[in-house]
T-cell receptor, first 117, second 116 residues
Framework: AQKVTQAQTEISVVEKEDVTLDCVYETRDTTYYLFWYKQPPSGELVFLIRRNSFDEQNEISGRYSWNFQKSTSSFNFTITASQVVDSAVYFC??????????????FGQGTTLQVKP | DAGVTQSPTHLIKTRGQHVTLRCSPISGHKSVSWYQQVLGQGPQFIFQ???????GRGNFPDRFSARQFPNYSSELNVNALLLGDSALYLC???????????????FGSGTQLSVL
C-alpha cells in the first residue's frame, strides 16, 4: 500500500532561520511522482514542486530546496532564511504513475510551520 | 483567468440531511478531483473525473457520489450525513490526462461542511 508520513506535526522557528520539513513515503511501484503543496489559511493547496522517481537530482528554487533520496524513501523540503509569509501547512504527496490517473494524490498528515518575527 | 471555484464556501447541515457541493474547474481543464480534509489531517481522495467519466474512487461509502457535466464542472453529493462528514471538501482540476500520475493539480479554497 502507498503511504506518506510527515512525522513533524508542528514546527516553530524565528524569522531568518532555516527549516527542513521531512517526508517519508512507501510504495511498491518503481515509477511514481512526489509533490509538495502549501496550504495557507485561505484553504487552497498551492503546488510547490513535482518530482518523478527517476530524477534524484536535488532542486533549488529561490529560498526553497528539495532533497530526494530514493534509498531512504525520503523527499525533504528546506526553506532557507524563513519568512513570516512562509507560515502555512505543508503537505507531501505521492501519486501513482498509472495511465488515467489525473488527480489521485496520497497526502501525508501535513506539517504546520509557524515563522515568528 | 479564474482559478478553481467552489460553492458554497461554508455550509451547516444536520445529521441525515443531504448536501450538494459544486466546483468549476479552471477554463480548459477537463479533469476534476474531490478530496475530503478533516481538521488536522491531510486531504483524502474521494473521486476523480475526466471527460465526464469516473476514473477513480477512494475508500468512501456509497453515500458519496459525484458527477461531471459537459462544461466540466462537477458536483459532489453526500447523502445521510453523519457527524464524521464534517470537513473541508476540496476540488482540484488539471489540464489533461497525460501519461498519468504527474498532473499538477490546482485546488479551490474548499467548502467547509459542518454537520450538527
Amino acid at each position: 500500500a502507498q503511504k506518506v508520513t510527515q512525522a513533524q506535526t508542528e514546527i516553530s522557528v524565528v524569522e531568518k532561520e532555516d527549516v527542513t520539513l521531512d517526508c517519508v513515503y512507501e510504495t511498491r511501484d518503481t515509477t511514481y511522482y512526489l509533490f509538495w503543496y502549501k496550504q495557507p489559511p485561505s484553504g487552497e493547496l498551492v503546488f510547490l514542486i513535482r518530482r518523478n522517481s527517476f530524477d534524484e537530482q536535488n532542486e533549488i528554487s529561490g529560498r526553497y530546496s528539495w532533497n530526494f533520496q530514493k534509498s531512504t524513501s525520503s523527499f525533504n523540503f528546506t526553506i532557507t532564511a524563513s519568512q513570516v509569509v512562509d507560515s502555512a501547512v505543508y503537505f507531501c504527496a505521492l501519486s501513482e504513475a498509472r495511465r488515467g490517473n489525473t488527480g489521485k494524490l496520497i497526502f501525508g498528515q501535513g506539517t504546520t510551520l509557524q515563522v515568528k518575527p | 483567468d479564474a482559478g478553481v471555484t467552489q460553492s458554497p464556501t461554508h455550509l451547516i447541515k444536520t445529521r441525515g440531511q443531504h448536501v450538494t457541493l459544486r466546483c468549476s474547474p479552471i477554463s480548459g481543464h477537463k479533469s476534476v478531483s474531490w478530496y475530503q480534509q478533516v481538521l488536522g489531517q491531510g486531504p483524502q481522495f474521494i473521486f476523480q473525473y475526466y471527460e465526464k467519466e469516473e476514473r477513480g474512487r477512494g475508500n468512501f461509502p456509497d453515500r458519496f457520489s459525484a458527477r461531471q457535466f459537459p462544461n466540466y464542472s462537477s458536483e459532489l453529493n453526500v447523502n445521510a450525513l453523519l457527524l464524521g462528514d464534517s470537513a473541508l471538501y476540496l476540488c482540484a482540476s488539471s489540464a489533461h490526462q497525460g501519461a498519468g500520475g504527474n498532473e499538477k493539480l490546482f485546488f479551490g479554497s474548499g467548502t467547509q461542511l459542518s454537520v450538527l
